[in-house]
């Protein structure tokens, strides 16, 4: 959609969609944003590749088709990924249920754009969301030696509920906590820059899925991120859906100029907000354009900028930069990911949507900011303590501690599993009173559980390791589990 082009009607209809009306229905609640319940959790699969003898035909113009991969769960996303060379720049990947009718191939971007500033070679494709799928395929150019399939399998799903107190933002956006960010902690406290443009994405994922399937592939695009990808966290600021649900990304608060990894080169100066799907051919609706211009009218103009008008900003380098390292770039305050790095993202359609979407953040955006936020100091200070390390399976344990930070404090329940990795149980909300904390937590089924108390965006307290135990029916006796 051209500039000229953009109807006073169709920026008026825009403006509207971007709105309190569109965006909230009844109460504040945002019309399709979702509350996740708490045992939303992501666990990643690793496949090793097979070459498929019976299907040597599929290899003409150089393609090379896999065996069926069978994963040992129920998986949703998945990926290719390699430990040395530069991988496959042309691959594919499909998947089914055990017994039923495969998906279409997903075309895996080879992603080398998407990198933390300064980082190494990429060493994962871009994952593709296939659904729910036990069986798997992929097909590459040039072979499939020293590939691996990184899949994801998601747990859970969302009911529509959400407010705007969740986050720092006057509208509702879905905070990390009620996605499953919990399940798959940062490996490392978020660092922080300046935002002078945002960066539009698509997430190359498939577009038809429904509303409470968005918190999960969220979860799954981060699971992949931290795990195949072997970044901090995941990569985008913002993520954004087909129904206009915004989702808080990168850890360190939706009000602060997080560094993602979302645009190799000027991430420390950038924000990124990806839409879920792939939009090369299909434009994205109303609704989510709406949404995506509250959401960056308002974050550019917290940092006191306007979301039209062009910004000069240096170049950092890296192997996708357009432009070498130290070269002044001008881009416009609302760019694509395509004009700082060799990426077509995101997608020839939603690249022709930024001169509206740019219309319209202007009319909806808050006056810049004459005080941009000031990132935090230092996190907040949490300690955590049991009162035994050991309970009867059904019983509950006391759980406190000390945090420097007011209001409550979120502790993050895992169990060990007979692979003794830990995986995420619920979360557990304690009120903060004069800096101390305490409240009984319920362990129903034996097994070794680690508890962390959270505070604010980076405080995190020590970890604790209680284990419950059960009683044997020959004796009388307890067995630990």
Not at 405 to 434: H, Y
Request: hydrophobic letters at 40%; one cysteine or more; charged letters at 20%.
């Amino acid at each position: 959609m051209e500039v000229e082009r953009l109807t006073r009607r169709g920026v008026l209809g825009l403006a509207a969609a971007a709105g309190a009306g569109a965006m909230l229905g009844r109460g504040g609640v945002p019309a399709f944003a979702s509350k996740v319940p708490e045992n939303l959790h992501a666990e990643s699969v690793r496949l090793s590749v097979r070459h498929d003898a019976a299907a040597a035909h599929a290899a003409a113009n150089g393609w090379s088709t896999s065996a069926v991969l069978r994963a040992p769960r129920r998986v949703q996303l998945a990926g290719l990924a390699w430990t040395t060379g530069a991988g496959p720049q042309h691959a594919e990947i499909r998947g089914r249920r055990r017994g039923g009718a495969w998906t279409r191939w997903a075309h895996l971007d080879h992603g080398a754009d998407h990198a933390p500033d300064g980082a190494g070679p990429r060493r994962a494709t871009e994952p593709a969301w296939l659904g729910r799928i036990d069986e798997l395929q992929v097909r590459a150019k040039g072979g499939l030696a020293g590939l691996h399939v990184h899949a994801v399998a998601v747990d859970g799903r969302a009911e529509p509920v959400a407010r705007v107190a969740q986050t720092a933002a006057p509208f509702p956006i879905t905070p990390r906590s009620a996605w499953g960010a919990d399940s798959v902690p940062p490996r490392s406290d978020p660092e922080y820059g300046a935002v002078q443009l945002a960066f539009v994405h698509h997430t190359v994922t498939a577009n038809g899925y429904a509303s409470t399937d968005s918190a999960g592939i969220v979860l799954g695009i981060c699971r992949y991120h931290r795990d195949a990808n072997g970044w901090n966290d995941i990569g985008y600021n913002f993520l954004v859906d087909r129904y206009g649900q915004v989702f808080e990304g990168r850890a360190g608060g939706v009000d602060q100029a997080v560094i993602g990894a979302q645009a190799q080169g000027y991430n420390s100066n950038s924000t990124g907000v990806a839409v879920l799907g792939t939009h090369d051919a299909l434009p994205v609706s109303d609704m989510t354009l709406g949404a995506l211009a509250v959401l960056i009218g308002w974050k550019l103009a917290l940092h006191g900028v306007t979301p039209t008008g062009q910004v000069v900003v240096a170049s950092a380098g890296g192997s996708a930069n357009r432009f070498p390292a130290g070269t002044p770039v001008t881009f416009q305050r609302i760019s694509g990911h395509r004009d700082g790095d060799t990426t077509g993202c995101p997608g020839t359609a939603l690249y022709g949507q930024l001169p509206a979407l740019r219309a319209v953040a202007q009319r909806v955006a808050p006056p810049p900011s004459a005080r941009p936020p000031v990132p935090p100091a230092t996190a907040a200070v949490v300690t955590a303590k049991a009162a035994s390390r050991r309970v009867h399976a059904g019983n509950s344990v006391l759980l406190s501690g000390t945090s420097s930070e007011s209001g409550s404090v979120q502790v993050v329940v895992e169990r060990a599993g007979g692979d003794m990795r830990f995986k995420f149980v619920r979360r557990v909300p304690l009120e903060v009173r004069g800096g101390s904390y305490s409240g009984r937590i319920l362990l129903r089924t034996p097994g070794l559980y680690r508890f962390t108390a959270k505070a604010g965006d980076t405080g995190r307290s020590q970890q604790v390791f209680v284990r419950a135990i059960r009683r044997t029916a020959r004796n009388g006796g307890l067995r630990a589990q």
